[in-house]
């Protein structure tokens, strides 16, 4: 049980990032009728965002 | 000064000894305390209504959502105060006739900004007992030079690695409470469980704005005023020296009534709202033990 919430603990940013801010970001791509670069669908954009950031936040212990 | 500490203090405190300051520092505090704070749980409980109820009127489009973002950002960072009242008590001690709405205030009202009320109540008591001790004082974190530097440090301390939440849990432990470790974990979990399934049911933005983004403006709001501006810059430690009155350049209610920390420290069963009146009563005294003071 420990092992297991440790383990959530030290990826929860990968988590928060994957999801959570993905489909913000893609909601706020769709609210603000913004254009997706390559034409990429706004929740594949929130992905690669939120995921590369929830990453980083995971790595470096810190979001900015 | 009001009429009651005319009567009780001496024109000349120079006359009197560390013993009879103590002792009339006590009298007019004693004054102050024993009352049910009725205005301070009228505020926590209608607060809760008020953030529980911009839900459905963003949702059903009563509102706009940016409305519904200021309103809950306001709206969180009025929890902690009615808390801070619970977890000293104030409603209701142990044994006493509301100490079941005490800590019913406290728990009904501290999941808003995403922490169990018993960790609050641990850690700010070891606040009060170790306030700016380097190594043991929860909110040391908070220390900066300027303000500036208070609100910069405020961010980097809610990030996962900082500090800040290591010295919370290392104060829970140091309690003997670990218990309150695995509560801070699960209502961590809880939150961001909740946020995701908001997000992923087609109310991401309504998630994000009324409840992640104020709770986090809401968290470096409260620590600058509550735990910086009084205690930082240049403050010692001991009853006298470890905060201050202080002039705030946005008034006393826009800081929170924190002007008057100084008198929660030395006497922290006095409610919140009846700290500006006891601590015109106690001026003189604080005066005379050589306490900071701006106003």
């Given amino acids: 049980m420990q092992f297991a919430l440790t383990w959530v603990m030290k990826l929860l940013p990968l988590i928060f990032g994957l999801g959570f801010l993905a489909p913000v970001i893609a909601a706020a791509m769709q609210a603000l009728a913004l254009p997706t670069p390559f034409d990429l669908p706004p929740l594949s954009l929130g992905f690669v965002i939120g995921g590369l950031w929830g990453l980083f936040a995971t790595i470096t212990g810190r979001w900015l | ?295």
């Fill in chain 2, 1 to 295: 000064m009001s009429s009651a500490a005319k009567a009780i203090v001496p024109a000349d405190l120079s006359q009197l000894n560390q013993g009879q300051l103590r002792k009339l520092e006590l009298q007019i505090a004693r004054k102050y305390s024993g009352k049910v704070p009725w205005g301070i749980v009228a505020w926590a409980f209608g607060n809760l209504l008020v953030w529980l109820s911009l839900w459905p009127l963003v949702i059903f489009e009563a509102i706009p959502l940016w409305l519904g973002f200021v309103l809950a950002t306001i709206s969180l960072s009025l929890v902690y105060l009615p808390t801070h009242d619970a977890q000293h008590y104030i409603i209701g001690r142990p044994g006493t006739k509301w100490h079941w709405l005490n800590e019913l205030m406290g728990h009904a009202t501290s999941w808003m900004i995403v922490l169990p009320f018993e960790l609050l109540r641990v850690t700010h008591l070891d606040h009060h007992r170790h306030t700016n001790d380097p190594d043991l004082d929860v909110d040391i974190t908070s220390h900066a030079d300027g303000p500036w530097q208070a609100i910069w440090s405020a961010i980097k301390h809610r990030q996962p690695n900082a500090k800040r939440g290591d010295d919370y849990l290392a104060s829970a432990a140091r309690a003997g409470r670990p218990d309150l470790i695995l509560l801070t974990i699960v209502y961590k979990l809880g939150h961001i469980g909740i946020l995701i399934a908001l997000a992923w049911s087609g109310y991401a933005l309504e998630a994000f704005l009324l409840w992640w983004l104020p709770t986090q403006l809401a968290s470096i709001y409260l620590i600058f005023f509550l735990s910086w501006a009084p205690h930082s810059p240049g403050m010692g430690t001991g009853r006298y020296r470890d905060t201050k009155n202080w002039r705030s350049k946005v008034g006393n209610i826009l800081s929170m009534g924190m002007q008057y920390h100084i008198v929660h420290h030395l006497h922290p069963y006095i409610p919140l709202m009846d700290t500006p009146a006891a601590y015109r009563e106690l001026r003189p005294i604080l005066k005379a033990q050589g306490c900071r003071m701006e106003m």
